[in-house]
């Protein structure tokens, strides 16, 4: 069964970075699309950013230009650079399938607080 272990995630204060990653124990150069998703206290989880095979991206209009994933499918892991973080962005962030198709995992949490 294919595993998904993220990474990354702290307290950090607002308008600070955070490099998120996502090692999945099976090869992620079949899956088109892969995405992050964050879930806030209280709140469904939402797909927050994108990126396909080709390295075509997408995000919610909340992060665009403030983040940006990546993946790396020789070393089957999924990047999220997260830059002038906001209060708003304190979740635990999960990496998946898009759409998510894998097992979820145990996600790692950000928390942004002065």
């Known amino acids: 069964q294919v595993q998904v272990v993220e990474s990354g995630g702290g307290l950090v204060q607002p308008g600070g970075s955070l490099r998120l990653s996502c090692v999945v124990s099976g090869s992620i150069f079949g899956f088109n699309a892969m995405g992050w998703y964050r879930q806030a206290p209280g709140k469904e989880r939402e797909l927050v950013a994108t990126v396909t095979r080709s390295g075509v991206t997408v995000y919610v209009d909340s992060v665009e230009g403030r983040f940006t994933i990546s993946r790396d499918n020789a070393k089957n892991t999924v990047y999220l650079q997260m830059n002038a973080l ?9 990496c998946n399938t898009r759409p998510s198709s894998l097992k979820w995992g145990q996600g790692t949490q950000v928390t942004v607080s002065s």
């Open 86 to 94: 906001q209060f708003g962005d304190t979740a635990v962030y999960y």
